[in-house]
């Protein structure tokens, strides 16, 4: 059976269905299957009907000696019958369901489940489900699987025809024959029509490791495919003239950046290309190194180019990039959507650019380094074409999303890793409270009082731009910005949102810069790139309605310097500050992504549909063991993958695409 055949080739399912079955994320065979259940009905408890007992919920295996249709005062049709067992006889009560007259046939077995309860003083199973035995039992007397349903599809339907498509697969194994789980055939059997719910688990471990070991494998092969037939520049490391370009800088470097560097410049010194991660919490001076990075391409005679995700962030790479090429002359040029700098009629050394800088023809053979910023705002196909600029580049991608250790060991198999986990020295703890609305009036007073008396500049982040009909109690940028110029009457005011143009941000943001405003209300497009350091204060409103990662990046737009600095979190959700209450202790990035993924899961921290994380059907990324086992099973499977032509297909042609590294 070919898995990746349309669900409407299988019998009994036509175009009509498949419609239906498409809603549910059901287009293949494969999907058919790989459609689990989300929860399990015990049903195994089965009583004679002597035995019955009101209140008790069971499963009667009997014939039908009765039924017929009974008119309510209100004209509606309730369906009375009666089911004996050779113990004793029960009254059956559906309503509204009139065809079951005419579809059950008096003396026809019968197995039902449902609750026994009173009808007209006599003990009666009322709405009970039902199946009319053939063989096995699949709707009673078992552990039960509930599907995700939708109009015009049951969990009842779904589980005939999933058990008819099992029962006639004969699919080989995928997997190596000595990994201690059971055979996938069997697995999926097993998650679909369990013994136990124990069975259901172990089932369920086997297809999370599939899930798990295909990606590991997809990024192995990437890995391999890319240092085996990718060759570059070997850059020449003049470690005097970078020690040189480190001492102007006005700062010291941390111990992990002088590590992450080291790592950095041996790649660089390879004849094959650097693909590396480099992650940082916010603030912890990823951009140095990348400019680092970007010097030793200069004295190489090659070209870097930048890109960034927003605007914004470019122009802050821009503006960085400049102060600290200045003195070596190197030319710097900026690349966005309203631009109109083209790069091929330049001699710039450094390119900074954002989406935009990739509509351009940029395959130029003195592009030597390529750095992606903030990497997992990037669509897949975006990396790959960012990474194919020059003939063959080194990559550098970096992110300050912090990115729980289960996650990086599952998405970036194919990539070196380079962490910074310390922030530059003398810098404090951003203060975090959490604010409830009772408190909101005084929180005013002390925000203002910090702004008159240390000259203190403030973000006021809402999470939407206007003001929405359904969430009227989420506060938004437009309407905040025009109360708040009534509640600090003595202060300047900007707004800055995604609709402004880019001529309009620039204006508001240069005078925020300059300390002509005070407070700038914003949307979360000020979540990376903006380094003010007069910025004290950080206040986000609706903070419920982000992330813990989410609001550690917000809140990294203040401390900045050596004043203290503040993070308010108003909220009016009082089942959530338990949940905001970790930001109040936790400065670090990673127990806090820790933490989210636990509250909130990948999908929802990092957009999976959106960024091009997978959004795994079995398998979390919180499995750390199981990571590491599939990670472990993939490094022996790869150098003799060509004794598996089932999962040679699986990667090349289902859920894996091999695509450049990214």
């Not at 779904?158 to 099992?166: D, G």
């Not at 998650?191 to 990606?215: C, I, K, S």
Request: aromatic content about 8%.
């Amino acid at each position: 059976m070919d898995l990746s055949s349309p669900v409407t080739t299988l019998p009994g399912i036509g175009g009509a269905l498949g419609k239906k079955l498409e809603k549910l994320g059901i287009k293949t065979v494969f999907d058919f299957l790989y459609h689990l259940p989300f929860r399990y009905e015990d049903r195994t408890f089965t009583s004679a009907v002597d035995r019955l007992q009101p209140g008790e919920t069971s499963t009667v295996i009997g014939k039908i000696t009765s039924l017929k249709n009974e008119f309510t005062h209100r004209g509606k049709f309730i369906q009375v019958g009666q089911v004996t067992d050779g113990t004793g006889s029960i009254n059956v009560i559906w309503f509204n369901q009139p065809y079951l007259v005419k579809s059950l046939a008096k003396n026809q077995g019968i197995a039902l489940w449902g609750k026994v309860d009173y009808y007209k003083n006599l003990p009666a199973l009322v709405s009970p489900d039902f199946e009319i035995p053939s063989g096995i039992l699949l709707h009673m007397g078992r552990i039960v699987p509930i599907y995700p349903e939708t109009a015009g599809i049951s969990s009842k339907w779904l589980r005939t025809k999933i058990h008819h498509l099992l029962s006639v697969m004969d699919t080989a194994e995928i997997l190596p024959p000595d990994i201690d789980m059971p055979g996938w055939l069997a697995a999926l059997k097993d998650v679909h029509f369990p013994q136990n719910l124990e069975t259901a688990r172990v089932a369920r471990n086997r297809l999370a490791f599939d899930e798990l070991f295909l990606l590991q494998l997809a990024s192995l092969i990437r890995k391999d495919i890319w240092e085996r037939t990718r060759l570059t520049h070997a850059f020449i490391v003049d470690q005097e003239k970078i020690l040189k370009f480190m001492n102007n800088l006005p700062f010291s470097l941390t111990a992990s950046q002088n590590r992450s560097l080291k790592e950095i410049l041996s790649d660089l010194s390879l004849s094959r290309p650097m693909n590396r991660l480099l992650e940082g919490d916010v603030g912890s001076g990823k951009t140095v190194v990348a400019a680092v990075a970007a010097y030793v391409a200069h004295l190489n005679g090659f070209r870097t180019v930048i890109l960034a995700p927003t605007q914004i962030l470019a122009e802050q790479h821009f503006q960085t990039f400049s102060a600290m090429f200045k003195p070596y002359g190197v030319d710097i040029g900026l690349i966005t959507g309203a631009s109109k700098l083209k790069i091929e009629n330049t001699k710039l050394k450094i390119v900074v650019g954002t989406h935009a800088l990739l509509s351009q023809n940029l395959n130029f053979s003195d592009v030597g380094l390529v750095v992606i910023d903030e990497q997992h705002r990037f669509g897949v196909m975006q990396r790959s074409r960012a990474a194919k600029i020059g003939e063959t580049p080194h990559t550098l991608t970096m992110t300050a999303t912090p990115i729980p250790r289960t996650v990086a060991l599952a998405m970036y198999g194919d990539l070196d890793l380079s962490v910074l986990d310390a922030k530059p020295a003398g810098r404090l703890p951003v203060k975090t409270w959490v604010v409830p609305e009772y408190k909101r009036e005084s929180s005013y007073k002390w925000l203002n009082d910090q702004m008159v008396k240390y000259a203190s500049q403030a973000f006021w982040v809402c999470p939407f731009i206007e003001d929405s009909d359904t969430l009227t109690s989420v506060k938004a940028a437009k309407a905040e910005f025009i109360h708040l110029q009534e509640i600090f009457p003595r202060l300047k005011l900007g707004l800055l949102h995604g609709k402004l143009k880019a001529a309009e941000k620039n204006d508001v943001l240069d005078k925020f810069r300059s300390k002509k405003l005070d407070i700038l209300v914003a949307t979360p497009v000020v979540e990376v790139g903006l380094d003010i350091p007069g910025a004290a204060l950080m206040i986000i409103e609706g903070a419920e309605r982000f992330g813990l990662a989410q609001l550690h990046q917000l809140r990294g737009r203040v401390g900045r310097s050596q004043i203290q600095s503040y993070c308010l979190l108003f909220t009016s959700d009082e089942t959530g500050i338990t949940r905001l209450k970790n930001l109040e202790h936790l400065d670090s990035g990673m127990e806090l992504a820790e933490a989210d993924l636990k509250y909130r899961g990948p999908g929802e921290i990092y957009g999976t549909a959106q960024h091009g994380f997978p959004d795994f059907k079995v398998a979390t990324y919180d499995d750390f063991s199981l990571i590491e086992k599939a990670r472990s099973v993939a490094q022996k499977t790869l150098p003799k993958l060509q004794e598996y032509p089932l999962l040679r297909q699986l990667i090349k042609e289902d859920k894996i695409h091999i695509i450049e590294p990214n």
